[in-house]
Structures are given as structure tokens and as C-alpha cells.
């Protein structure tokens, strides 16, 4: 039997075989699902920052954390419906969790809609957070949400970064420097 068929481009044809049987079976996929729009790039559009954060703080390390989420949680986080100001990073025996990170409700959640300003449990190795709640105890420093991501297997991950706050005359010397730089370019660029 060796008739071909023609499948349109949405459609991708993949030969699998039934285990005990030996038999090999055609089967055709539908690369307009959700999961082609992983493997084409679309899982990492979704960035949100925290800007303020280079403004008051002077970032010293940067670690990315997984997060412990509801099925409605991710849901809003795909639509971009989340924002990381006034959010910060605290221990809780031993544990560190996420306060202030603010996910909108989905819009087509139930009842089991999830709460928009929970604290949420950020994981990552223990050696990392050993270190991080050694640093946190010293006078200074604290530990700031930064960025959250979507990874290309469509996992969410939060950026957060051991920090320092930066006194009064610290952030007008940035001001400065960013003036200055500005300037160089409009220069350049005649």
C-alpha cells in the first residue's frame, strides 16, 4: 500500500509504533495548538519588571526562582495580568516566600479563583537560600522581586536579587550619569 498523502502546513504527521504490537501507526498533530505556540517563541513575550527597583536599590546577586502557583494563577500571568511593584522577598521558617506580588484574577475563573495578593513560594536549592537568609540577617540587606518571566516550556520564574538600599545622594549621581550619557548620544547622533 504506498499511497501518499498531502497534509496542509497546519498539520504535522509524526510515525509512532504500538508497543507489543509492532505495528506502526500514523499519527497528525494540530500545530495551531497552544503547544506550537510554545515552540514558536510565544511562552516568552511574557516579561513583567519591577522598575523601580534600579532606581532604589544597588542589586549585588540575581537568582531565578520557580514559583508555586494555582492553575489560575498561570492562567493570568499568560494574559500579563500581574504586577511586581511593591513586592519583596521574606523568609518564613526557613522558607522564602513572595509578598506584594500582585496576579489579577482570571477572568474566566469559578469560584476556585485564586487570591490576587497572596504570599507565594518561591523554590530554589538550599544551599542558595541558606545563603540568602545568612545575607538577609546582616544589617542592610533585603531581597527584591525583579522580573517574572515565562520560560520556553511555559514554566513562570521570578528574577529576585540580593540587595542594598541606596541613600539619597547614591540615586542623584545615577541621575547624573543617565543625564550625561543622554547627552553623549544626542551628540553622537547629529
Known sequence: WAARAVFPPAVCPTRATRSGTGKSVLIISNKSSTFADKENGMANKINISNKQVYREYEILEKYTAGIVLYGTEIKSIRQGKASLSDSWCMFINGELYAR?????EYSFGTYNNHLPKRDRKLLLSRNELRKLERKVKEKGFTIVTIELFLTEAGLAKLEIGLARGKAIHDKREDM??????????RHFKR
Open 100 to 104: 506584594g506580588l500582585q496576579i489579577a
Open 176 to 185: 547624573k550619569k543617565k543625564d550625561t550619557e543622554r547627552e553623549m548620544e
